[in-house]
C-alpha cells in the first residue's frame, strides 16, 4: 500500500476540540483508526489522538475517489491524516463529524492485534504488558499518565517556589548507599560497582552548598518480594533541607501532597472521569500517630504485635481500615530505621523518622538525619555496617554538616493514590519487577 | 564542644538579603563560616550561605560573654546560626554588618581542610573532585548549579507548554537500545541485561500513545575515551514528537535554546557575574550547514576529509572557529548516523539527521525516525545489528508507528555553554567517567 508522507500538513485541532460551533470549517487531524462500522452507503472511522476521539464520517456517493479508496482501505490502529470539514450533528454523542476532503495514510497496521484497543473485551495485564506500547493506547492508560505528568509538575513547581534546587547525583555508586536492602552489580570497566537505591548520602552532602536540594528520577532494588507494590526500578521525589527538623519536611510533604491532588483534580478532571476516580483534596495537617499508638490500634483490631518489631503488610492493610486516608507514623524504634535517621535526644529508643501512609500504602519516608560523624559511625556499627566502606560519606561529615532533614516519595505509589489503580504495574510504562525485564 | 540544636530558630533571611535598610532589626542567619579575622578588639567573621555572604562583627566589649565564647570557638567551616541587630556600615564593601545577640554552633568542621573554601588559593581538579561536597560550597560551584537548574526548570516549563508529557522509561534494558556504543552490563537477578544509553526505543514507541513525549534524566554510556566532554553517566534531556518532521522539531530546539539562554540571563545575573561569564542570547533561526558544506568549509582551513568519513574533533575545533556560535550540521551521509534515523527521499545516501553545534561541541542531535519496519530492517541489516535482538521493538510497528522525530541535548554540554565551563567534570556534581568512580 502507497504510504503518505506528511508534506505540509500539520494539525489545526485535536480530536476533543473539534465541536459544534466549528460547523462547516474545515480541519486537519492526526491520529489512528480506532473503529470502522460501514452502514450501507455510510461508513463512520473513529479517529482517535492523545486527546479523545472524533468520528470521520464517509458519505460514499458524495466524497471524492481517491477518499472513498483510502477509506476503504483502512483498518484499526492505521496512523493517518484528515483534512474535512465540521459538522454538527445528531447521530453522534459528541455533536459533531468531520466530512473528510482528503486523508493521508502514514502507516499501516496488523490486521491481528494483540488485544482489543477499545478496552471492551479486557486482556490480563501480562498480555498487555506485553504489548505494552498497544496497550497504553488505550484512552485509560493515556488518563493514568496524564495524571502522572500532571502531579509530577506540580510537585515541582511547588519545590521551585519553596526555593529547593534540582540536583542530579550518580545512579552507578562504588558502595551500597543504605546497606541493608539488595543491589543490582554493575560491571564498571574493570571494577565492580552497585546501582543506587537512593540519592540518600549525595542528597545529604549536597545541603553543605546547595541547602535546600531535590532529585526525581529512577532507582533500583534487587527486591526478591514480587508484590502489587514493588517494583526493581521505581521513580523516586527526593528531597533534603539543610536547617530543618522532621517537623519541618512533615510540614511540607503534607502541603505538597494537597497541592498535588488540588492540581490534578482541576487540571486532570477529563481523565478522572475517564478512570471513573474520584480524587479527594485532602485537609492539612495529617493526622500524626505515633508508632507506639499505631500498635495499640492494631491490638484493638485484634492484630497483636510485640514492641519494636516491623509492621508486616496484612497488619497495615488493617491499620489502612481504622485510618483510610492520609497520616503520618513518627517515633520509630530507632533501631528499625536507617542508620541515618536521628535518635530522639529525650529518649534515643526512638528516632525522628517517620511515614506518610496512605491507607494501607507507604507513600513516603523521611525524618531527621544524623549531622554528627560520631554518632554516625556509632549507628553504623549497631547496623552491622563497615564503617569504612562509608569513608567518603563520613569524610564530608568533617566539611561543616548542618542539622538537616529529608524525605522521599514512590512516585509510582503517589499515581496509586492519585489514580485508584491497585496494581503498581499499571501505573508504570515500562514495569521492571522481578519477574520481568523485557523488552 | 557543646552542640547546639536549631530549637525554634527558623531562618529570617539569607546573607545577601541583610541590607542596609534592615539597620535596627534583628535577623536570624544559618550558615557557615567562611573567614575570621581579628583586629584587636574586634572580631569579624564571614557567614557564608547558599545566596552569598555577610559579615558578624563582634565587638568583644559590648556582646555577652556566651555569644564571646562561642565567636571565639568557632573556626572554618563550622556550621552556625546567629541570631543578631543588623547595623549600617561603612567600613564593609556591602555597607551592612550584623552584630550578634545569640550564636548557635551546629557543628564543627576539620582544622585541616582539604582545600580553601574561598577559591583565593586554587585547588586542581582531581583535589576538587576528591572533596567534592566541600568543593561544591565554592560560590563559583553554586553558581555553576544554579544556572543547571535554571536551565532545566526553563527547558520543561517550556516544553509543558508545547504540551510534551513527561514519561519514565527504563534504565534496566534487556538488549542494547542503539546498538554500537559500549554498554555496561547489569547482573539483573538470573539474567544479563544492561543500562540504558537512551531512551530512544521507548521513547519512539510512546508517541503511539502520548504523541509529544519528553525525559530528563540519567543515561550511561561505557565510553572507553576520556575527554573533557564526554561521561560515562551523563543527564540527556530527550524529546519525541508523533506526526513532525526533522525540520519541525529544530525549530523547537532552536526556539528551547533561545528561551534557556534568556531565562538564564534573566535570573541568573549574580552567578553570571560570579563566573565572570557573558552569555548572549541567540538569535532564532540558527544558521544550518550541510555536511558537505563542512566539509568545504574545512577544506578551506586547510583540513581535508573525504565524503562520507566522520568528522574528528580536532576539525570540529577549526569548524568552531569557521562559526563560533550555534549552528545546525544537516544532511549526513544515511551510514554514518544511526539505524533509526530516516533517509531522504529524494537521496537515501543523504539522511534527515542533524546536529545542533556549539562553537566545536555537540550540544543535541536528531532527526526524523524511520517510521516503516521494513525500512528499519533493513537499515539493522546493514548496521551489521541482528534484527532479532530488536523484536520486541520491531513488533510496536505493527501497532501503528506514526511519522516522528525528536533529539537529545546533553545537559551537561548545555551547561559547559551556559556558564563558560570548558571541563564537563566542572558541570557534573559528581562526575562519572572512565576513571573516576568513587565516592
Request: aromatic share 4%; net charge negative; hydrophobic share 30%.
Given at each position: 500500500?502507497?504510504?503518505?508522507?506528511?508534506?505540509?500538513?500539520?494539525?489545526?485541532?485535536?480530536?476533543?476540540?473539534?465541536?459544534?460551533?466549528?460547523?462547516?470549517?474545515?480541519?486537519?487531524?492526526f491520529g489512528w483508526v480506532q473503529e470502522i462500522r460501514d452502514l450501507g452507503g455510510i461508513r463512520f472511522i473513529i479517529l482517535q489522538d492523545r486527546e479523545g476521539t472524533?468520528?470521520?464520517?464517509?458519505?460514499r456517493k458524495k466524497v471524492s475517489g481517491e477518499v472513498l479508496s483510502k477509506s476503504d482501505a483502512l483498518q484499526k490502529r492505521f496512523s493517518i491524516g484528515v483534512k474535512g470539514t465540521v459538522q454538527k450533528t445528531?447521530?453522534?454523542?459528541?455533536?459533531?463529524?468531520v466530512i473528510p476532503k482528503e486523508i493521508k495514510i502514514f502507516s499501516t497496521a496488523s490486521p491481528q492485534l494483540p488485544m482489543d484497543i477499545t478496552g471492551k473485551v479486557p486482556a490480563n495485564l501480562e498480555v498487555r504488558l506485553d504489548a505494552r506500547a498497544l496497550d497504553l493506547c488505550r484512552e485509560e492508560n493515556i488518563a493514568v499518565f496524564k495524571i502522572q505528568h500532571a502531579?509530577?509538575?506540580a510537585i515541582r513547581s511547588f519545590l521551585f517556589e519553596k526555593g529547593f534546587i534540582e540536583v542530579h547525583t550518580p545512579r552507578i555508586i562504588a558502595s551500597a548507599t543504605e546497606g541493608g536492602a539488595a543491589l543490582f552489580p554493575v560491571n564498571y570497566f574493570e571494577t565492580k560497582a552497585f546501582l543506587a537505591q537512593s540519592p540518600q548520602l549525595y542528597k545529604e552532602q549536597l545541603v553543605m552548598s546547595l541547602e535546600k536540594v531535590f532529585e526525581i528520577g529512577?532507582?533500583?532494588r534487587a527486591e526478591e518480594s514480587h508484590t502489587r507494590r514493588h517494583l526493581s526500578e521505581f521513580v523516586s521525589i527526593d528531597i533534603e533541607q539543610a536547617f530543618a527538623t522532621a517537623e519541618d519536611v512533615m510540614q511540607l510533604l503534607e502541603q505538597l501532597m494537597q497541592h498535588a491532588c488540588k492540581v490534578v483534580k482541576e487540571k486532570c478532571r477529563r481523565e478522572l472521569a475517564t478512570l471513573k476516580h474520584r480524587l479527594e483534596v485532602p485537609e492539612v495537617p495529617f493526622k500524626r500517630l505515633t508508632y507506639t499508638k499505631v500498635l495499640e490500634d492494631l491490638k484493638n483490631e485484634g492484630v497483636e504485635i510485640p514492641w519494636g518489631e516491623d509492621i508486616p503488610t496484612p497488619a497495615f492493610r488493617t491499620l489502612g481500615k481504622v485510618h483510610p486516608y492520609f497520616y503520618f507514623i513518627t517515633d520509630w524504634p530507632t533501631h528499625s530505621k536507617a542508620f541515618y535517621i536521628?535518635?530522639?535526644?529525650?529518649?534515643?529508643e526512638l528516632c525522628e523518622g517517620f511515614d506518610l501512609m496512605w491507607r494501607w500504602i507507604e507513600l513516603s519516608s523521611?525524618?531527621?538525619?544524623?549531622?554528627?560523624?560520631?554518632?554516625?559511625?556509632?549507628?553504623?556499627?549497631?547496623?552491622?555496617?563497615?564503617?569504612?566502606?562509608?569513608k567518603h560519606h563520613l569524610q564530608t561529615f568533617d566539611y561543616g554538616m548542618p542539622p538537616h532533614a529529608g524525605w522521599a516519595i514512590g512516585l509510582e505509589r503517589l499515581t496509586m493514590m492519585l489514580t485508584g489503580k491497585r496494581n503498581i504495574r499499571e501505573v508504570t510504562l515500562y514495569p521492571r519487577d522481578r519477574f520481568r525485564l523485557t523488552p
Open positions: 500500500m502507497k504510504i503518505d508522507s506528511i508534506g505540509n500538513w500539520r494539525r489545526t485541532h485535536h480530536t476533543v476540540d473539534v465541536k459544534p460551533e466549528l460547523d462547516g470549517q474545515e480541519v486537519t487531524l472524533v468520528q470521520i464520517t464517509v458519505p445528531e447521530i453522534t454523542p459528541r455533536g459533531v463529524e502531579a509530577v509538575e529512577p532507582f533500583f536521628k535518635p530522639r535526644d529525650d529518649n534515643p523521611g525524618g531527621t538525619r544524623i549531622a554528627s560523624k560520631e554518632l554516625l559511625i556509632e549507628r553504623l556499627k549497631e547496623k552491622g555496617l563497615n564503617p569504612e566502606s562509608f
